[in-house]
């Protein structure tokens, strides 16, 4: 009797931390959470995909236990969201379609289309595309001078994120930037395609400011102006093995143009590929920037085809090494 005894209480004690464990789960949430099956998104181009997408990341960033949000295969239309942080434990977006913006610019009442901010321990991946349908906004009135495309949104912000990872993750024909880095820390693009047409004014790839330790790596980069452009307050930046064309290459500012800039420091860029850009890497500030804007500024193994300027410094106060 003693042994049945001690077999049904072991019975009976696993039994208790099976209910136990899935409570926890319960109401520490987490898990995988898919968009269409949850809440009820649709993929047919016509249904906003904003509401469904705005619960799931409710759901995710309360959560105490890591997230999994999952936007399936399939083309969804969607307005313009924010998602906000700070959340309780890392979430990862998995987006496995393509996410369609408004093509007509007067939908938008900010330059933006999807924003991430303040969140902490993001990953962003699953190989699927954001397409900003820009090409309206190309044509229009003024944008060709960049005065109106200062108004248009941007694809993807990341604004004030700590540990971030975007990985494997396409952004096509934004209206203005492709990507755009504000306030982050520790934030790696790896596997990030950019694409846009040649003659798509003020679409710079990815736009770092006031960011430390940015990494941009093994990424392809089509777009009608820079490449990769870093303003100021930019420090501990790495590119590496980016492949850059056409227009602008990669470019540093223009800086010195309004006061109380900060300093550039730590920028090193090898092993990339610029094909048909006018230049390859470039340094630019306004006349009149203070001294120290930049220091500390690497470019190493750098491969050049039909390139009218493959190294240029236009400014006078920029210590740099080649």
Same mark, same amino acid.
């Given at each position: 009797?003693?042994?049945?005894?001690?077999? *049904? %209480?072991?019975?009976?004690?696993?039994?208790?931390?099976?209910?136990?464990?899935?409570?926890?789960?319960?109401?520490?949430? $987490?898990?995988?959470?898919?968009?269409?099956?949850?809440?009820?998104?649709?993929?047919?181009?016509?249904?906003?995909?904003? &509401?469904?997408?705005?619960?799931?990341? &409710?759901?995710?960033?309360?959560?105490?236990?890591?997230? @999994? #949000?999952?936007?399936?295969?399939? #083309?969804?239309?969607?307005?313009?969201?924010?998602?906000?942080?700070?959340?309780?434990?890392?979430?990862?977006?998995?987006?496995? $379609?393509?996410?369609?913006?408004?093509?007509?610019? $007067?939908?938008?009442?900010?330059? &933006?289309?999807?924003?991430?901010?303040?969140?902490?321990?993001?990953?962003?991946?699953?190989?699927?595309?954001?397409?900003?349908?820009?090409?309206?906004?190309?044509?229009?009135?003024?944008?060709?001078?960049?005065?109106?495309?200062?108004?248009?949104? /941007?694809?993807?912000?990341?604004?004030?994120?700590?540990?971030?990872?975007?990985?494997?993750?396409?952004? @096509?024909?934004?209206?203005?930037?492709?990507?755009?880095?504000?306030?982050?820390?520790?934030?790696?693009?790896?596997?990030?395609?950019? !694409?846009?047409?040649?003659? !798509?004014?003020?679409?710079?790839? /990815?736009? /770092?400011?006031?960011?430390?330790?940015?990494? *941009?790596?093994?990424?392809? +980069?089509?777009?009608?102006?820079?490449?990769? %452009?870093?303003?100021? $307050?930019?420090?501990?930046?790495? +590119?590496?093995?980016?492949?850059?064309?056409?227009?602008?290459?990669? !470019? /540093?500012?223009?800086?010195?143009?309004? @006061?109380?800039?900060?300093?550039?420091?730590?920028?090193?860029?090898?092993?990339?590929?610029?094909?048909?850009? %006018?230049?390859?890497?470039?340094?630019?500030?306004?006349?009149?920037?203070?001294?120290?804007?930049?220091?500390?500024?690497?470019?190493?193994? +750098?491969?050049?085809?039909?390139?009218?300027?493959?190294? +240029?410094?236009?400014?006078?106060?920029?210590?740099?090494?080649?």
């Amino acid at each position: 009797m003693a042994i049945q005894f001690n077999f *049904v %209480s072991s019975m009976l004690i696993l039994v208790l931390l099976s209910i136990s464990s899935v409570e926890g789960q319960g109401g520490g949430g $987490g898990g995988v959470i898919d968009v269409v099956a949850k809440f009820g998104a649709k993929a047919d181009e016509k249904t906003d995909l904003s &509401k469904p997408l705005l619960d799931a990341w &409710k759901e995710a960033c309360a959560s105490t236990s890591p997230s @999994k #949000i999952v936007i399936p295969k399939g #083309i969804y239309f969607l307005s313009t969201t924010t998602l906000d942080g700070p959340c309780k434990a890392p979430i990862e977006l998995q987006v496995q $379609g393509t996410v369609k913006a408004p093509a007509d610019p $007067g939908a938008f009442k900010e330059p &933006k289309w999807i924003a991430f901010n303040r969140i902490e321990n993001f990953k962003l991946s699953g190989g699927g595309v954001f397409d900003g349908q820009g090409t309206t906004a190309y044509k229009r009135e003024g944008c060709k001078g960049h005065d109106y495309c200062g108004s248009l949104p /941007i694809n993807l912000r990341f604004d004030f994120l700590t540990n971030a990872m975007i990985q494997d993750i396409t952004t @096509k024909d934004s209206k203005q930037f492709q990507a755009n880095v504000l306030g982050c820390k520790n934030i790696t693009f790896e596997h990030f395609t950019v !694409s846009a047409p040649d003659e !798509s004014p003020n679409t710079d790839g /990815i736009h /770092i400011g006031r960011s430390d330790g940015v990494n *941009v790596l093994n990424s392809e +980069i089509k777009t009608g102006d820079d490449c990769v %452009s870093i303003g100021d $307050g930019s420090k501990n930046l790495v +590119i590496n093995g980016v492949t850059c064309g056409p227009r602008h290459g990669i !470019s /540093i500012g223009s800086l010195g143009l309004f @006061k109380n800039e900060e300093p550039v420091d730590g920028v090193t860029v090898k092993n990339c590929t610029m094909t048909n850009t %006018s230049n390859g890497v470039r340094i630019k500030t306004w006349p009149g920037a203070e001294p120290g804007t930049c220091s500390n500024i690497h470019f190493e193994d +750098i491969t050049v085809t039909n390139v009218s300027s493959p190294i +240029i410094i236009d400014q006078k106060y920029c210590p740099w090494n080649k």
